[in-house]
């Protein structure tokens, strides 16, 4: 079946210590989305790609960083982690065109000791 | 301004009740879309629907139903004879064609049903 996929589901890691975070799709969409996702809130938008054009929200701490190095896979690279952003991470994509759904893998879920 | 309004924090019925959820946009736009999404315990967000401006047909899935009236800027979602499985946080969002892909998100609506 064709998915969004998100490893790893759990990640633990240490303040200040950095952390990568990959998604995969098997969709074949040109859009890729990162979300951060804290407890009783909804989503929020970190950064997409449309195909290699990355596309950074103007609220995005610096601390966050993405590399899409093909198609099929984007990874979300957390610098200096801090206690804030412990949260659930989702990935999703969409297709130009489609209009615009996005579909979502599982998500990891960040942990900062 | 918050764009999409989700009213209902939390929302507890039993087995077998029907329920429905409620959610109210704001737009400028005259093309927007507008989506539901299930977000379960194990937190993947789950798309269930997208309704475009002009199409204000109303849809039925088995037991979920939509209700798009844009009259009253509302997208509300019904679902018949509730179970257990349905219990998760149900998002409504709005993307508006000059948002850049941004979702508009509501604040979500966290469903119990109780057996």
């Known amino acids: 079946d064709a998915m969004v996929i998100q490893n790893p589901r759990y990640q633990v890691t240490q303040f200040g210590k950095p952390v990568t975070l990959s998604c995969s799709q098997t969709?074949?969409?040109?859009?890729m989305y990162w979300y951060q996702q804290k407890s009783s809130q909804a989503p929020k938008l970190l950064f997409h790609?449309?195909?290699?054009?990355?596309?950074n929200e103007a609220d995005t701490p610096d601390n966050f960083q993405s590399r899409r190095p093909n198609t099929s896979f984007c990874f979300l690279d957390i610098r200096s982690p801090g206690l804030g952003d412990a949260a659930m991470y989702l990935c999703?994509?969409?297709?130009?065109?489609?209009?615009?759904?996005?579909?979502f893998g599982p998500g990891t879920r960040l942990l900062v000791l | 301004a918050q764009k999409v309004t989700q009213a209902q924090t939390e929302i507890s019925v039993v087995e077998k009740e029907d329920v429905t959820l409620d959610c109210v946009y704001e737009?400028?736009?005259?093309?927007?879309?507008l989506f539901w999404y299930k977000q379960p315990p194990s937190g993947e967000l789950v798309f269930l629907i997208r309704?475009?401006?002009?199409d204000e047909q109303n849809e039925i899935s088995g037991r979920y139903s939509w209700n798009f009236q844009k009259s009253t800027s509302s997208f509300n979602f019904t679902i018949t004879a509730s179970q257990v499985v349905d219990s998760a946080v149900y998002f409504c969002?709005?993307?508006?064609?000059?948002?850049?892909?941004?979702?508009?998100w509501g604040a979500g609506t966290k469903l119990i049903i109780k057996p």
């Open positions: 999703a994509t969409s297709r130009r065109g489609d209009p615009e759904t996005q579909y």
């Open positions: 969709l074949n969409h040109n859009v």
């Open positions: 790609y449309y195909d290699k054009d990355f596309n």
């Open positions: 737009t400028r736009d005259t093309t927007y879309y």
């Open positions: 309704r475009n401006s002009f």
């Open positions: 969002a709005l993307l508006e064609m000059d948002s850049n892909y941004q979702l508009i």
